[in-house]
């Protein structure tokens, strides 16, 4: 094996080629394979049911199976509609983006029409694929460079509505701003006994920026050694993330039971979810909060003191959409 001779990037004339480049787009996105940005190349329903599907406009790194190492960038300016064949019976398919390079099997220079302006990636549909695949490199018959869109459950029928379409897309190397923040009462609070059966922790009302960019919001709070006064004190602990003094609704962790005896005693409870962030909550400042949910007739209280702790944990995520 010999060096290539020319780098990236030098001049004099040099020519560099085609596989520097391809390195260079593998390292500028860390051999990750994608779409560049959550919108990007989404598969949806045409605005009336059709035989075609719909790809929005965008670009992808797609990982050269022939070349490990090497990547290539693909670029959709505009929507497209992609045909989808009727035959009469349902089946499952699915839309990739693949890339046609005639320095590499199974292509020959005679698949590309113009060897100037391509094409040398293209969508295409695979064609009778299982209900649960997931991977382009799965279901292509050869070993070509592509990457997946999504999967389409066909009716006999062959017009496909939005439900049909499930998205496979993945953000190449999503952005990620993480935010934990740790609660320390310095003294005792209790929660009142609740008339609506909720409580919000006194004090705990943590100030978190939504990213513009943000399209899933990874949630855990983690409450150590939460105090329950005497009596049984039965129900749930919930955060809330969105209450920002507009109309802009909430977004809800998965309930923590709670479950204590007739004495007085201490629970640790983690809350996560992994939640859809809406438009309207981008680019803007929330309130993050927690507290409790009881059964219906307790009368118990939570109380927090200085054996507890209280750790907020968010990540904010721009995966695909």
Known sequence: MTFDGVVWAVENGAKVG????????????QNEQGVLLPGDLKASATPTASKSVRVAPGSA???????????????????????????????????????????????????????????????????????????????VDRP???????????????????????????????????TVRVWLPTTTLATSPPENNRVWFPLLDEWIYCPEWATRAQIVVSISSLLFDAGAYQGRVRAEFGWNG?????????????????????????????????????????????????????TGRAVTDDWTTITVDVEFVGAAD
Do not use: C
């Open 18 to 29: 085609g596989a520097v480049g391809r390195v260079l787009a593998n390292a500028a996105t």
């Open 246 to 298: 507009t109309a802009v609704t909430s977004l809800n962790t998965e309930d923590a039971g709670l479950d204590s005896g007739p004495d007085r005693n201490r629970q640790t409870i983690v809350i996560a979810g992994d939640l859809a962030v809406p438009e309207e909550f981008r680019g803007e400042y929330h309130h993050l909060r927690t507290g409790t949910i009881t059964n219906g007739g307790i």
């Open 144 to 178: 070509y460079s592509a990457v997946e869109l999504a999967r389409i459950s066909v009716p006999a029928s062959g017009n496909i509505t939005a439900g049909m379409i499930h998205s496979l897309r993945k953000v190449a190397n999503p952005k990620r701003d993480r």
């Open 61 to 139: 790194v797609i990982r050269n199976r022939q070349a490990p190492g090497e990547s290539y960038i693909g670029l959709a300016r505009t929507f497209t509609d992609v045909p989808i064949r009727v035959t009469g019976a349902a089946r499952t398919d699915m839309v990739i983006a693949r890339v046609i390079d005639p320095d590499f099997t199974p292509w020959q220079p005679s698949d590309v029409s113009d060897p100037v302006n391509g094409p040398y990636w293209e969508p295409f549909v695979v064609e009778g694929v299982a209900p649960g695949a997931e991977k382009a490199a799965d279901v």
